[in-house]
């Protein structure tokens, strides 16, 4: 790609997200204009009133805003994790959950559920138990002191069927008139519950994972061309291993808490990125996170409009997703890797 | 003065196994030194060893005086570069993104590379013959031009050894001839050391021919059974002791250029 093709893609792909995020904070039952929402920013941070009516403001400040914002994170999270799996596995089937942090998260939120009947301790499970998951993974991939990416992602699969496993069984214990329809509709992911303060704490480990995998992305190049030829080019292929395994699951699980289990977006984005601004990690990686933000919110604007009630997010990532996978397959003909 | 010694190493992935045993040598600066020897008998996981990648059981090995099993693999890449036998591809990167990864040592930090690193690797490029295919993807070379891909990575490391595993063992005629003339001029002009491992063992009397300083180690069950001149070692003798083979050795003079031949004739087994 020519380098000014390149700065074109590249301020596109910056301007995206921020075009998505007001587009959707317009978008809704209740009417609001671009207008409404710079002035209502203008208030915030001045504090002199503009004349924007409180039941405005409060839809955009307190419903539109947050939700908006929290989904851009998910999908920016799960894109930069996708991405860096990809290239740390040497595989482009890998998503952000192949070492079993989507499984364990689910396992933890059920487990919240059918323990406390509560929704406020289940991000809290989820996260704890996404990481657990990992690291379980990553001790059964762990053979005499060393893991290969082979027996990593064997470990990752094993520690995945446990914790399905174990979700199962606690969907036959609930209750199947309050805690199994919670657990279903917790699985298939939304974003409806995002306007709690006590989920803006998930941002935390999303924010480090993120800011740590876009440090450390171009050693991603270096370590998907193998571990012998990554050490030999200079790498300490174990420490940065376990790093960037770290970092990616640190912006799952904090996105898992947040949105419940999201597929296809750790997949896919990452692939779209490559056709758009090719394999370099340098721009592959922040390539992903704008068209992960992009494409949740965009996601996420028609699971709340389309019908009078909630489409799980899940659903819609995957019905939009695939199709639109097929197409990008199709027109670059598998060009891109 | 010697650049790489190996004292008394020895090797197994099963302890009580060994793969190798007591293996010593010492490469001289500006040499090819070449190992040879059946398939199984051990070149690869040697060169794993002086890799750093197997930690050897016995033994130490040196590089310009540095015990090997102190060095950072940050500075280990600035003695030792390494051409693999052969490249799993899993993404399409440009061969500009390829050669780059061989400043990977002497990028600041978690950064990558700037644009005078660009600029050594696209030097690098055209001194293997790839002038212009710097934007190409590396998935839709062929195995030739691949294999120099990997040769010019290796040299923009601008270390003092380089380790090539059968750099050949793929390719055809031609690709043979210009890898071995891209050998020659890193040994003549660059100054490099030479460590490679083959099958080819012409290529040890097209380097002596060419003037290049050859040494060959002839390796046979995890043990060095010769080690000298290609001429010394690479006899119809050794060849019938190690490979179990019926062999004959020549010389031509076509167009001029003297060299040294063997072929391998009948299977004795």
Redesign the interface.
């Known amino acids: 790609?020519s380098p000014q093709k390149k700065t074109i893609v590249t301020i596109i792909l910056m301007m995206l997200p921020v075009l998505f995020f007001f587009g959707t904070i317009c978008i809704g039952r209740y009417y609001v204009s671009l207008t409404d929402i710079f002035l209502t920013l203008w208030q915030g941070l001045t504090g002199n009133s503009s004349g924007i009516s409180t039941e405005t403001t409060t839809v955009i400040l307190q419903i539109r805003f947050p939700r908006a914002f929290q989904g851009a994170m998910v999908g920016a999270a799960l894109g930069a994790s996708g991405a860096a799996f990809q290239?740390l596995f040497?595989?482009?089937l890998v998503s952000s959950g192949i070492l079993g942090v989507s499984a364990g998260a689910g396992f933890g939120a059920a487990l919240a559920i059918v323990l406390f009947n509560t929704v406020f301790l289940t991000p809290l499970f989820a996260f704890i138990f996404g990481i657990l998951a990992v690291i379980l993974s990553y001790f059964a991939g762990k053979i005499d002191n060393t893991s290969t990416t082979i027996t990593l992602v064997l470990g990752g699969t094993i520690i995945q069927s446990i914790f399905s496993a174990l979700i199962s069984l606690l969907k036959y214990l609930a209750d199947t008139a309050t805690q199994l329809p919670a657990i279903t509709f917790w699985l298939m992911g939304s974003l409806a519950s995002t306007k709690t303060a006590d989920v803006f704490l998930a941002l935390i480990p999303m924010v480090l994972g993120m800011a740590g995998i876009l440090?450390?992305?171009?050693?991603l190049?270096?370590l998907?061309?193998?571990d012998?030829?990554a050490?030999?080019?200079?790498?300490?292929?174990r420490a940065n291993k376990a790093t960037i395994i770290g970092l990616a699951t640190l912006a799952t699980a904090g996105a898992v808490c947040i949105s419940g289990i999201v597929g296809w977006i750790g997949l896919i984005i990452p692939h779209v990125g490559?056709m758009l601004v090719?394999?370099?990690n340098?721009w592959l990686v922040p390539a992903s996170m704008s068209l992960g933000a992009c494409f949740v919110i965009f996601c996420d604007t028609l699971c709340r409009s389309i019908t009078g009630g909630e489409i799980p997010l899940g659903i819609v990532t995957a019905l939009i997703g695939g199709p639109f996978f097929i197409y990008l397959l199709k027109k670059t003909k598998g060009?891109?890797? | 003065m010697t650049l790489l010694r190996l004292n008394n190493l020895s090797f197994g992935y099963d302890p009580h196994r060994l793969i190798f045993e007591n293996i010593s040598f010492a490469v001289q600066p500006g040499e090819v030194f070449c190992i040879i020897g059946p398939n199984g008998c051990g070149k690869t996981t040697l060169i794993d060893s002086i890799l750093g990648i197997n930690p050897p059981q016995q033994g130490t090995i040196e590089v310009g005086g540095i015990h090997l099993a102190k060095l950072k693999p940050r500075e280990f890449a600035q003695h030792i570069a390494y051409v693999p036998q052969s490249h799993t591809k899993t993404f399409p990167y440009t061969v500009l993104d390829i050669v780059v990864m061989g400043r990977t040592y002497a990028t600041q930090g978690f950064g990558s590379p700037d644009s005078s690193q660009r600029q050594q690797a696209l030097k690098s490029l055209e001194q293997v013959g790839l002038k212009g295919f710097e934007e190409r993807l590396y998935t839709e070379l062929s195995g030739g031009e691949l294999q120099l891909v990997l040769i010019a990575r290796a040299l923009t490391q601008n270390a003092r050894i380089m380790v090539l595993d059968e750099p050949t063992a793929h390719l055809d005629f031609r690709h043979e001839l210009v890898v071995m003339e891209i050998i020659t001029w890193l040994v003549k002009e660059k100054g490099l050391t030479i460590v490679m491992a083959t099958h080819f063992l012409n290529q040890a009397f097209y380097l002596e021919n060419a003037g290049v300083p050859t040494r060959v180690a002839l390796m046979n069950l995890g043990k060095i059974e010769a080690i000298g001149s290609p001429s010394e070692v690479i006899t119809k003798n050794n060849l019938k002791n190690v490979f179990k083979i019926i062999s004959t050795t020549g010389t031509t003079n076509e167009e001029g250029i003297q060299r040294k031949f063997i072929v391998p004739l009948k299977n004795i087994r």
Request: glycine share 10%; net charge positive.
């Open positions: 790609m290239s040497r595989n482009p440090t450390m992305r171009y050693r190049n270096v998907s061309m193998g012998r030829e050490r030999t080019l200079g790498i300490n292929v490559r090719g394999n370099d340098k060009r891109s890797w």
